[in-house]
């Protein structure tokens, strides 16, 4: 059996549908959901005038995640970009090192790594994972670096690797257990980019407090979201210290002398916007329920066709940020694309690989043949949580 374009366009029709009951009306990749306290807590803070930087609601939305996550520290950011940088920053990661990563990610994984003024070196992700694959980095330490004294050292630049960086793709968790057995060996920091994986679990333990450091984003499009803003998430009460300093530009507490011990950053997530984290995350059950009941969904709807909807790995709870179709071919995935998108219905093809980009063109590539055959069949599908939850 192979569904029609019309056969999809009809099922996701039924799935979303329309309010005053249009039939071409747009149907989003992933719209937010408000169905909570939302406007009260917005309106509380405008009342209280604490708008910025500073308020009640950023330390209860940073409890509410620790709470949620596991992890011991939870410190806010201005978006998950400036959470990534500060924790690249706070594993070590200086001028002139090199950051292993996948090609596989939207670019901010890499944007906050040549923040640092560090270059990413590409290794491949697992098919079935879509994150970092375990084998592809082991290959790339055993057979491309040298270690000495000072650390791991990559023979072809000469250049130390200070850090690797995984991302767990459309909250898919990677293969941590292997990451991390590997990361041990060569004495690297694992910084995990969390970005799309909260609600995400691997053996039972929330995605993102694996590594060193972690990190979230709450950009509109993400699970939930505070308009924007980011969190890093870490154990180690000293770098949680050091977190919090740095997003705040560094200053020492005072009463009143402005005094600055470090060129720090002002990437601390306003008050307005924590309203709404503590509002959003207060619905994080009903919207993760309701995003896997569409997985579940879209599994039956393709299950036996040519398509593979992309599932859960074993011993992991996804949160299904987005939902993927693999194609059977490339220009399946192309035809898929632009009928879709004619009719109205946003679905995407998975990012341009990073390491193609213009800027990231000259760093070093492993062999990335899972990373462009995905390429060339993933379509992500609409994966909203649906409106229809108890207020
Ligand atoms: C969303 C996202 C980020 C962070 O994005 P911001 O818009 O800065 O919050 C980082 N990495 C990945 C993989 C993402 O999807």
Same mark, same amino acid.
């Given at each position: 059996?192979?569904?029609?374009?019309?056969?999809?366009?009809?099922?996701?029709?039924?799935?979303?549908?329309?309010?005053?009951?249009?039939?071409?009306?747009?149907?989003?990749?992933?719209?937010?959901?408000?169905?909570?306290? /939302?406007?009260?807590?917005?309106?509380?803070?405008?009342?209280?005038?604490?708008?910025?930087?500073?308020?009640?609601?950023?330390?209860?939305?940073?409890?509410?995640?620790?709470?949620?996550?596991?992890?011991?520290?939870?410190?806010?950011?201005?978006?998950?970009?400036?959470?990534?940088?500060?924790?690249?920053?706070?594993?070590?990661?200086?001028?002139?090192?090199?950051?292993?990563?996948?090609?596989?990610?939207?670019?901010?994984?890499?944007?906050?790594?040549?923040?640092?003024?560090?270059?990413?070196?590409?290794?491949?992700?697992?098919?079935?994972?879509?994150?970092?694959?375990?084998?592809?980095?082991?290959?790339?330490?055993?057979?491309?670096?040298?270690?000495?004294?000072?650390?791991?050292?990559?023979?072809?630049?000469?250049?130390?690797?200070?850090?690797?960086?995984?991302?767990?793709?459309?909250?898919?968790?990677?293969?941590?257990?292997?990451?991390?057995?590997?990361?041990?060996?060569?004495?690297?920091?694992?910084?995990?980019?969390?970005?799309?994986?909260?609600?995400?679990?691997?053996?039972?333990?929330?995605?993102?407090?694996?590594?060193?450091?972690?990190?979230?984003?709450?950009?509109?499009?993400?699970?939930?979201?505070?308009?924007?803003?980011?969190?890093?998430?870490?154990?180690?009460?000293?770098?949680?210290?050091?977190?919090?300093?740095?997003?705040?530009?560094?200053?020492?507490?005072?009463?009143?002398?402005?005094?600055?011990?470090?060129?720090?950053?002002?990437?601390?997530?306003?008050?307005?916007?924590?309203?709404?984290?503590?509002?959003?995350?207060?619905?994080?059950?009903?919207?993760?329920?309701?995003?896997?009941?569409?997985?579940?969904?879209?599994?039956?709807?393709?299950?036996?066709?040519?398509?593979?909807?992309?599932?859960?790995?074993?011993?992991?709870?996804?949160?299904?940020?987005?939902?993927?179709?693999?194609?059977?071919?490339?220009?399946?995935?192309?035809?898929?694309?632009?009928?879709?998108?004619?009719?109205?219905?946003?679905?995407?093809?998975?990012?341009?690989?990073?390491?193609?980009?213009?800027?990231?063109?000259?760093?070093?590539?492993?062999?990335?043949?899972?990373?462009?055959?995905?390429? /060339?069949?993933?379509?992500?599908?609409?994966?909203?949580?649906?409106?229809?939850?108890?207020?």
């Amino acid at each position: 059996m192979h569904p029609s374009h019309q056969d999809i366009i009809d099922f996701i029709r039924a799935l979303y549908p329309s309010k005053d009951s249009k039939t071409d009306a747009l149907i989003a990749l992933h719209a937010p959901l408000f169905a909570g306290n /939302e406007k009260k807590y917005l309106l509380d803070c405008i009342d209280s005038t604490f708008v910025s930087s500073v308020g009640a609601y950023v330390t209860q939305f940073e409890q509410s995640v620790t709470t949620t996550t596991g992890a011991k520290h939870a410190i806010a950011t201005v978006n998950g970009t400036a959470a990534l940088h500060i924790a690249l920053l706070l594993a070590g990661v200086k001028a002139g090192e090199e950051v292993i990563t996948q090609p596989l990610s939207f670019v901010a994984t890499c944007n906050a790594i040549a923040y640092c003024n560090a270059k990413p070196v590409f290794v491949d992700v697992n098919r079935h994972t879509l994150g970092m694959n375990p084998a592809s980095l082991l290959d790339f330490l055993s057979n491309h670096c040298l270690i000495n004294s000072q650390g791991c050292f990559n023979k072809a630049t000469g250049r130390r690797i200070a850090a690797v960086l995984p991302m767990h793709t459309f909250g898919l968790p990677c293969d941590l257990e292997q990451l991390i057995a590997i990361c041990a060996e060569f004495n690297l920091p694992l910084i995990e980019d969390a970005a799309e994986s909260l609600g995400s679990y691997y053996h039972q333990q929330h995605t993102g407090t694996f590594g060193l450091l972690g990190t979230l984003s709450f950009n509109g499009n993400k699970t939930i979201t505070t308009g924007g803003g980011g969190m890093i998430l870490t154990n180690d009460d000293e770098l949680a210290r050091r977190a919090k300093h740095l997003t705040t530009t560094a200053k020492l507490a005072h009463p009143y002398e402005f005094v600055h011990d470090d060129i720090g950053y002002n990437y601390r997530l306003p008050n307005i916007n924590a309203a709404l984290g503590c509002a959003q995350i207060e619905m994080l059950p009903q919207l993760l329920a309701s995003k896997r009941k569409i997985a579940q969904a879209y599994a039956s709807f393709f299950a036996d066709t040519r398509y593979t909807l992309v599932k859960e790995p074993d011993n992991t709870h996804a949160n299904y940020w987005l939902n993927a179709v693999i194609c059977p071919t490339p220009s399946a995935r192309d035809q898929f694309l632009t009928e879709l998108i004619a009719a109205n219905i946003m679905v995407r093809p998975i990012w341009t690989l990073v390491n193609t980009l213009p800027m990231y063109a000259d760093c070093q590539a492993m062999d990335l043949a899972n990373a462009q055959w995905l390429v /060339e069949r993933v379509v992500n599908l609409p994966s909203s949580a649906r409106f229809d939850l108890p207020r």
